[in-house]
């Protein structure tokens, strides 16, 4: 069993930047990648970023430049820099990750923290 727990969302105007964190607790397994995706109203959920337990990154095209990821392997904590935002960026930000209890894999959501980009 894994639970995520996020902060920092807000609201925030264009061209700022907010730090989301995600706190991940689990009782079993090895955590291999954790990142965020998003989903905007009437919109699918997409990648924003990943990371490896290696630290191996990936972004979307939308977001290269402006949003950097980040984690502490040993808190199992993932945290997501995002400057420069956008209206386009507004919607709800949910932290994922991928555990490994041998011999699968299972992914893990957090409840989705709220970003809003707004003047």
């Known amino acids: 069993q894994v639970q995520l727990v996020e902060s920092g969302g807000g609201l925030v105007q264009p061209g700022g930047s907010l730090r989301l964190s995600c706190a991940a607790s689990?009782?079993?397994?090895?955590?291999?990648?954790m990142g965020w995706y998003r989903q905007a109203p009437g919109k699918e959920r997409e990648l924003v970023a990943t990371m490896t337990s290696r630290s191996i990154t990936n972004y979307a095209d939308s977001v290269k430049g402006r949003f950097t990821i980040s984690r502490e392997n040993a808190k199992n904590t993932v945290y997501l820099q995002m400057n420069s935002l956008k209206p386009e960026d507004t919607a709800v930000y949910y932290c994922n990750a991928r555990v490994l209890v041998y011999p699968r894999d299972y992914d893990y959501w957090g409840q989705g923290t709220q970003v809003t980009v707004s003047s």
């Open positions: 689990k009782s079993e397994g090895f955590i291999g990648a």
